[in-house]
């Protein structure tokens, strides 16, 4: 009998001791919210996969940030080292969209000058491209021989030991190799293309001349273009000298309305900004 009574005092005491911390239940108000993260880079940088795990498994929570996060967390080989531009995951096709990612939360910067015809048809080529970049304008009295350069993560250098692509032939190149979202035609050595930038480059506008040469209306905004399959690189060329001829609305209202339209539209179009 005294046994018994010892077991369950026994029992009882063992009831009441406090027994291990129980892990507590997250609050759903502490579940990530990608509305509230200003981009899918910083919502990843301040969650880990456990915490979503935790949130899953108390909420049954299936947002799209959750789901995200998880198969950045997949792909990127549970707490392994992330891809990073330079690396391989031995296909191609991934290797590139995971390096056009990077250049869409990591802008590469392009350096150029306002008034410079070359960094404004890279400017022209990358925006009809909707290639990402950062716009870095150099100041007004930088070199007259400086040419534009493009320069991040993944950009290739123009010479060993260099920083950035530099040209505006290389740099419009390897971003129509890299588009996602649209193409560029090359120019087509069209003669009086040719003619035209030879006489805007001397200081001569001729805006009759080339209303009459515009045959083209580019398919994605009906804006006219040079050529009848679109926008070109011959768009790309001609588009800087009416632009630095710095119109004012005045100055617009007396141009042909086809060369307006060409202007006007074209920069809305590719983020140029007419003035």
């Keep these: 009998m005294l046994l018994s009574v010892g077991m369950l005092a026994f029992s ?3 009831l009441l001791a406090p027994g291990p911390a129980a892990r507590a239940t997250p609050s759903r108000a502490e579940a990530p919210i990608m509305a509230e993260s200003n981009d899918m880079k910083t919502f990843l940088a301040g969650t880990s996969a456990g915490e979503a795990e935790e949130w899953d498994e108390a909420w049954g929570t299936d947002s799209f940030a959750d789901l995200e996060l998880k198969g950045v967390w997949e792909r990127t080989g549970k707490g392994k080292k992330r891809w990073a531009p330079g690396d391989t995951t031995g296909d191609a096709t991934v290797d590139a969209s995971l390096l056009y990612s990077t250049w869409v939360m990591n802008r590469p910067d392009l350096y150029a000058r306002e008034a410079c015809p070359s960094c404004t048809t890279t400017r022209f080529v ?6 990402p970049y950062n716009l870095i304008l150099e100041p007004i009295g930088a070199s ?3 040419q534009p350069v493009l320069d991040g993560q993944g950009v290739p250098a123009s010479v060993a030991d260099g920083v950035g ?4 032939l290389s740099i419009c190149s390897f971003a129509a190799a890299h588009a996602r979202k649209g193409i560029v035609a090359p120019a087509t050595g069209r003669p009086d293309v040719r003619e035209w930038l030879s006489e805007a480059a001397a200081g001569t506008s001729q805006l009759d001349v080339l209303a009459a040469m515009l045959g ?5 905004d009906k804006s006219p273009c040079l050529n009848p399959w679109g926008f070109t690189v011959d ?10 001829l710095k119109p004012t609305a005045a100055d617009l209202d007396e141009w ?3 060369v307006r339209a060409y202007l006007e539209m074209s920069c809305a179009r590719c983020g140029v900004p007419l003035i």
């Design 235 to 244: 768009d790309a060329l001609v588009l800087p000298f009416l632009r630095n």
């Design 126 to 131: 990358l925006g009809h491209l909707d290639f």
């Design 12 to 14: 009882s005491a063992a």
């Design 165 to 168: 692509l530099q040209g505006s």
């Design 216 to 220: 083209g209306v580019h398919p994605a």
């Design 256 to 258: 042909p309305a086809v």
């Design 144 to 146: 007259a021989s400086a």
